[in-house]
């Protein structure tokens, strides 16, 4: 019902920074939670930072808290994951995904149900 797609991802050194994006198409964009995760070959999916409905709510992982901000901008049918101070532990895929409409506040990647393709961010050393 709603289609995610990721983009800005890219290669970088590590300090730098780079600004992903998701934007959405389908219904409900503003009702839903939304999130960023990522992952790497043979590990799990992991959260990096998830927001509620209208950006009241965030969620950071400690591994990235105080170096990530996750926003959205619900006319525009997007989020953003500013990513700052980039280390080569931050190396992987990362995926936008969302919950159903209206889903509760959440950090668990169970609860969301749609997810992007994808963009790789790999930071050198």
Do not use: H
Not at 43 to 70: C, H, L, M, P, Q
Not at 93 to 112: K, Q
């Amino acid at each position: 019902q709603v289609q995610l797609a990721e983009s800005g991802g890219g290669l970088v050194q590590a300090g730098g920074s780079l600004r992903l994006s998701c934007t959405a198409s389908g219904n409900a964009f503003g009702s839903r939670a939304m999130g960023w995760f990522r992952q790497v070959p043979e590990r799990e999916r992991d959260v990096v930072a998830t927001i509620n409905w209208d950006g009241s709510r965030t969620y950071y992982a400690d591994s990235v808290k105080g170096r990530f901000t996750i926003s959205r901008d619900n006319p525009k049918d997007t989020i953003y994951l500013q990513m700052n101070t980039l280390k080569p532990e931050d190396t992987a895929v990362y995926y936008c995904a969302a919950t159903s409409p209206w889903g509760v506040f959440s950090t668990v990647a169970s609860d969301f149900g749609s997810w992007g393709r994808g963009t790789q961010v790999t930071v050198s050393s």
